[in-house]
Nanobody, 120 residues
Framework: QVQLVESGGGLVQAGGSLRLACAVS????????MRWYRQAPGKQREWVAG???????SYADSVKARFTISRDNAKNTVYLQMINLKREDTAVYYC??????????????WGQGSQVTVSS
């Protein structure tokens, strides 16, 4: 059973920083991609940042130069470092991993979501 467990959300003042973590557990063959999404109240879920299968990173324009995605392959964990947070970054953040199982089935798995609230 594959699970993604997130941690690190919370309340921070505008201009502050937070780091989210997403740990993958379970029996897997390979993690293809890992991405972060967010969903603000009353809005659709939007992609924030991600690793491609080749290991390169990409970011939404709204978070470039403020958010950094990184990973620890030994721990099957991806991080999202967020600095200079703005009120509009307030949202529930979700990690998503595209995983190849030992039976070679490929599927997206989602974390439980982490609330990030930025106050003025």
């Amino acid at each position: 059973q594959v699970q993604l467990v997130e941690s690190g959300g919370g309340l921070v003042q505008a201009g502050g920083s937070l780091r989210l973590a997403c740990a993958v557990s379970g029996t897997i063959f390979r993690i293809n991609t890992m991405r972060w999404y967010r969903q603000a109240p009353g809005k659709q879920r939007e992609w924030v940042a991600g690793f491609t299968i080749s290991g390169s990173t990409s970011y939404a324009d709204s978070v470039k130069a403020r958010f950094t995605i990184s990973r620890d392959n030994a721990k099957n964990t991806v991080y999202l470092q967020m600095i200079n947070l703005k009120r509009e970054d307030t949202a529930v953040y979700y990690c998503c991993a595209n995983i190849l199982s030992r039976s070679l089935a490929q599927q997206d798995y989602w974390g439980q979501g982490s609330q990030v609230t930025v106050s003025s």
